[in-house]
């Protein structure tokens, strides 16, 4: 039997029918797998139109079958805009525009995933304690920005680009349009929108942007929402007060109730934010390689230079490794926000109580049910004493009825086992997560029993008290919210996405609090509730961005100077045993942002890349900052260089240099003794004087560059009289080349038959074009991101070029999962022609053939033919 390959037999068919417009060097695929593309709609850019040649612009306008096209502007050269070609003659318009002198480069139009923040709990009933206890705005000093500075946003405009916003919400204003806090925006994409869907209905120009997705779908969890309340809900009987509770605020929703988004929708939605006059955009860049060419990554790095400050999450992704970022590289001015914990969580309290024993009491989590809480009683297995789970009908005990089930994850979905135990006369299910720690998942709500949620710890308890013992046991539950000590306070988030980029720029910029986040839900979430993720942080370092330009507004200070301001002053955290967290994983560290505002010194640039030894020239080896004092004193600073911990990306013993995750035990190398040189080491500075301090590396004279350990730290700045602020400027650097990795694993560079025999360099392959199951699959996976990577048939003699099996990849990504081979599966004898529109794809005539695969090495030239690697399989022996 044939093992499923990734490209499944739906992608090869669509791959076919673009294959040879794909194939086009103008044509820029950016996707290993094409997966991710979405047919009929690219974003095509152009350069603008000298005299009066129209022609390319008319035929762009007669190809477009939906009159909402977005256009900007690549630095003033170029223009990009979106098409919608509609499924049809999408082959057309290919061959049309990419052989169009003016046509610089056609993109497809790529799928971007939903953010996945977790959802914990459901709390409408909280006290203002308990609110200022969750919203931890003294860790980021924006309490003394609303309390001593009085800033709250007003006067500035931030646009959230997301999944909607339930703006009846009482705390976001209760309605929208002019006058409302949710002023202006719109909802792109409808309730039901598909971005693979050929069918969507898109909703009329100025429909609000509101998200109202209780009545269609149980999935939906109001991320828009949440992170809307997050930049600027009101609640004063909660105590509850947004980052900046006054800015205006604009909604542009880009997904449906439930799935993705496609890169052309977000584009577009970026395009009227813009025109909107939106100061702050905060948006999902989605899980595009993190490379610098792609159109919307170009158009952020565009907004930003236009002095709109953008900010995007970093990922939820942490826990893969490094090189996990989500951001663009090109887009270095983009504020991306890693996530730092939360000191403190919500949960409510149960116990358990027998005629022997008390356990407890533990937290658990609740599903917002409309009406119903959970209710207090006897609890028993809701499964089998051996599989404790109730997915199975016959394994649930009949003693179910009337009284509370306990289950684990099964094979079916919690929904599904509540439905199940429903119908067994179960009051309510208890759920043990399979999370280890608090606090637990919420799960999803429309059940129709309550649902509660318990950690794993407590749930084995509970497990083992009910099989060994016949008492009855009697779970209570406190309805009151709880405020828990974290025991992961003031850390880096373990899912916060770890940089740097694909080409070493250092991400992420900076971090807020993104664990446990609490802010408004949408009404049938029950209103307001805790949430997990990148996405809560970000919009946290939106609003804070907001009052900083309240707080220099009129100052003529170009917002890249307010960015530097927040990283300059960020606090650096600590990972384990007294040492600093990698610059890699949290930034500068933790935003102070009322030091941002009042301390006098400025920085400038705000990070440093020293890249890696290959690229260590003086272009890399030395930089300079530029130190200035903004302030109305004199002030005398003492400037010292900090090392953090180092990051062992790949362990130190890993011939493939699969990238381990960030909790192995090998991700934080033992010390490594990079000196950092600063001159002079001591500046003194009257009122707006300025001076360069120069920062240059040394690394040690020996070390293992096959280790490829990522160093890092912070130029520190110290206060020498008073007790001013210091200042950090993170840097980092590779012992090790990025050119000398395995660009591919060559151990999944194979040629196997229909029953997984795996054809070595010397076995001669037999395969009968009109014998379907005796066709090949070809394995092939990128151990490195590779800017080009291709696989060609070529004469068994002489390797001379037949045609590609696959259209060439550009930007290909790394392929993170290690345990994923990716095949093409089978492949039946057809090529495509490079750079050739004219020939369809074609089958191979009979003959003798071999394969190869060719990457280009990281920082490698394309021209140079040792910057490539290339492998080439045994014969294939082809017949008819
Ligand atoms: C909620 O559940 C009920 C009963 O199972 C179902 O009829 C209804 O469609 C569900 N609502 C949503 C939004 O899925
Ligand atoms: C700003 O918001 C606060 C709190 O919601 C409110 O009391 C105040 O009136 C607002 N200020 C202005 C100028 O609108
Ligand atoms: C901000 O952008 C991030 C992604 O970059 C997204 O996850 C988050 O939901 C956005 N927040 C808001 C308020 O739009
Ligand atoms: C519980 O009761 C059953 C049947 O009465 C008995 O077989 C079993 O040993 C008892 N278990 C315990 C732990 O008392
Ligand atoms: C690192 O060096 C390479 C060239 O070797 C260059 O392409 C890349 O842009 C550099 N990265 C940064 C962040 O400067
Ligand atoms: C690398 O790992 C393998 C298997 O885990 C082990 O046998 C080998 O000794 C290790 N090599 C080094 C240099 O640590
Ligand atoms: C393949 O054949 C060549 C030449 O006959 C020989 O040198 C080589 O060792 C063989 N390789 C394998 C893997 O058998």
Not at 156 to 181: E, M, Q, R, T, W
Not at 387 to 409: M, R, S, W, Y
Not at 791 to 802: P, S
Request: aromatic share 8%; glycine share 8%.
């Amino acid at each position: 039997m044939r093992t499923n390959g990734i490209l499944s037999s739906i992608c090869l068919c669509f791959l076919l029918t673009q294959v040879d417009a794909l194939q086009h060097s103008k044509f820029k695929s950016i996707d290993t797998q094409h997966t991710n593309i979405i047919p009929g709609r690219f974003l095509v850019e152009y350069t603008s139109p000298g005299g009066h040649d129209n022609s390319l612009s008319d035929a762009l306008d007669g190809f477009e079958s939906s009159s909402k096209t977005a256009y900007f502007n690549r630095q003033k050269q170029t223009n990009i805009r979106t098409v919608d070609v509609g499924a049809s003659s999408h082959e057309n318009f290919l061959s049309t525009v990419l052989d169009h002198e003016r046509t610089v480069a056609v993109y497809p139009v790529t799928y971007v995933s939903r953010p996945n923040a977790v959802s914990h709990g459901y709390y409408n009933q909280i006290d203002a304690e308990t609110t200022e206890r969750i919203q931890a705005h003294q860790l980021t000093q924006i309490n003394r920005l609303h309390g001593e500075l009085g800033l709250t946003g007003q006067g500035v405009k931030i646009c959230i680009i997301d999944s909607g916003v339930d703006y009846n919400h009482p705390a976001l204003g209760g309605g929208f349009g002019p006058g409302y806090k949710i002023s202006f925006g719109q909802d792109l994409v409808g309730n039901d929108f598909d971005p693979m869907s050929k069918t969507n209905v898109m909703p009329a120009d100025g429909t609000p942007p509101l998200d109202d997705c209780g009545k269609v779908s149980e999935k939906a969890v109001g991320h828009g929402t949440h992170v809307t309340g997050i930049i600027a809900g009101v609640d004063e009987s909660k105590g509850f007060t947004g980052v900046a509770p006054n800015a205006t605020i604009g909604v542009w929703r880009v997904f449906g109730c439930e799935g993705g988004s496609s890169s052309d929708i977000i584009m577009k939605a970026m395009v009227q934010a813009q025109k909107a006059g939106c100061d702050v955009i905060n948006m999902s860049l989605g899980n595009d390689a993190p490379w610098s060419e792609q159109p919307h990554a170009a158009f952020a790095q565009e907004l930003s230079n236009q002095g709109i400050s953008v900010v995007v999450s970093n990922g939820n992704d942490g826990e893969a490794g490094a090189f996990t970022v989500t951001d663009p590289a090109g887009a270095s001015d983009v504020l991306s926000v890693a996530s730092v914990d939360n000191p403190h969580f919500l949960g409510s309290l149960f116990s358990l109580t027998s005629a022997s024993k008390k356990i407890g009491p533990y937290s658990y989590q609740v599903a917002p049910e409309a009406n119903a809480e959970i209710p207090d009683g006897n609890l028993v297995l809701g499964g089998s004493p051996t599989t404790f789970h109730a997915c199975d009908i016959e394994n649930i005990p009949k003693d179910v009825k009337g009284q509370l089930a306990l289950v684990t994850q099964g094979p079916c979905t919690i929904v599904q086992q509540e439905n199940r135990v429903a119908e067994a006369g179960a009051i309510g299910l208890i759920f043990v997560d399979t999370l280890e720690g608090d606090p637990v998942r919420a799960p999803y709500f429309n059940t129709t029993i309550p649902i509660a949620t318990i950690s794993s710890v407590s749930g084995h308890q509970l497990i083992s008290a009910l099989k060994n013992s016949n008492e009855t046991m009697y779970m209570h539950f406190e309805r009151n919210a709880f405020v828990f000590q974290s025991s992961t306070a003031n850390t880096v988030s373990y899912f916060s996405s770890i940089g740097p980029t694909n080409e070493l720029d250092m991400k992420p910029s900076f971090g807020a609090i993104g664990s446990n986040v609490f802010s408004t839900l949408p009404d049938y979430l029950g209103g307001w509730g805790t949430k997990s993720g990148t996405s809560m942080a970000s919009p946290y370092i939106a609003g804070t961005v907001a009052l900083l330009r309240e707080a220099f507004a009129g100052q003529n200070i170009l917002a890249s100077v307010l960015h530097e301001k927040l990283a300059n002053y960020a606090k650096p955290l600590d990972a384990a045993k007294d040492q600093l967290e990698s610059p890699l994983r949290q930034g500068a560290g933790l935003i102070q942002a009322y030091d941002a505002i009042k301390e006098p010194l400025h920085v400038s640039p705000a990070k440093i890349s020293f890249n890696d030894t290959k690229s260590l020239t003086d272009v890399y080896k030395t930089h300079s900052l530029k130190v200035s004092n903004t302030g109305t004193e004199a002030v005398q600073y003492e400037i010292t260089s900090i090392s953090s911990a180092s990051i062992s990306p790949y362990g130190h013993n890993n011939s493939q240099y699969r990238l381990i995750s960030s909790s192995h035990e090998k991700f934080y190398s033992r010390d490594v003794s990079v000196q950092v040189d600063i001159q002079p080491s001591r500046v003194q500075l009257n009122p707006g004087e300025s001076q360069q301090v120069v920062v240059s590396v040394q690394l040690p004279k020996e070390f293992n560059a096959k280790e490829q350990v990522m160093y890092g730290g912070y130029v520190q700045f110290r206060r020498e009289k008073g007790d001013g602020a210091q200042v950090h400027v993170p840097y980092f650097g590779v012992l090790g080349s990025l050119y000398e990795l395995p660009t591919m694993d060559s151990g999944a560079l194979n040629v196997k038959d229909d029953k997984g025999h795996v054809y070595g360099q010397n076995e001669t392959f037999h395969f009968s074009l009109s014998d379907e199951a005796s066709a090949p699959s070809i394995g092939f996976r990128l151990s490195t991101p590779s800017r080009r990577f291709t696989i060609e048939l070529v004469q068994e003699e002489g390797e001379k070029h037949v045609g590609y099996i696959v259209p060439t990849y550009n930007y290909a990504e790394r392929d993170l999962s290690s345990q994923t081979m990716k095949e093409l599966n089978p492949w039946l004898g057809t090529l495509v022609v490079d750079e050739n529109l004219d020939s369809k794809p074609f089958t191979v005539s009979p003959g003798i053939y071999r394969i190869k695969w060719s990457a280009l090495k990281m920082f490698g030239d394309l021209e140079k033919s040792q910057d490539w690697v290339v492998q080439t399989s045994g014969p294939i022996d082809i017949a008819a």
